[in-house]
């Protein structure tokens, strides 16, 4: 069992940046951050695996916006969420994984956090 403990959020701007941050209580292969806005599906924002988290994929929405890192040494996964859009507004869950998840954008996880708000006003 792995447990998901998520800090960051809150609201914010049009313009403005948001950090996520998401600590596991052992090391995850796979990590992945969803978000999901009322009425829509769960979606995939941007995923991370391989030993040294060296491999990562994004949504095309976030495409240099957003920037996915984790920190080994404390099991630590981070989303850096830059010039944010009100439609970015959305709970934002943290994912993991001890296996690779071969479609880490797609909500293959066996663990997930809370969720955390994020609210982009214009």
């Known amino acids: 069992q792995v447990r998901l403990v998520e800090s960051g959020g809150g609201s914010v701007q049009a313009g403005g940046s948001l950090r996520l941050s998401c600590t596991t209580s052992?090391?995850?292969?796979?990590m992945g951050w969803f978000r999901q806005a009322p009425g829509k599906e769960r979606e995939g924002v941007a995923a991370l695996y391989g030993g040294g988290g060296s491999s990562v994929e994004y949504a095309d929405s976030v495409k240099g916006r957003f920037t996915i890192s984790k920190d080994n040494t404390v099991n630590r996964l981070t989303l850096q969420m830059n010039t944010l859009k009100p439609e970015d507004t959305a709970m934002y869950y943290c994912?993991?994984?001890?296996?690779?998840?071969?479609?880490?954008?797609?909500?293959?996880?066996?663990?997930w956090g809370q969720g955390t708000q994020v609210t982009v006003s214009s």
């Open positions: 052992k090391y995850t292969y796979t």
């Open positions: 994912a993991a994984s001890t296996r690779w998840v071969p479609s880490p954008l797609q909500p293959d996880y066996d663990y």
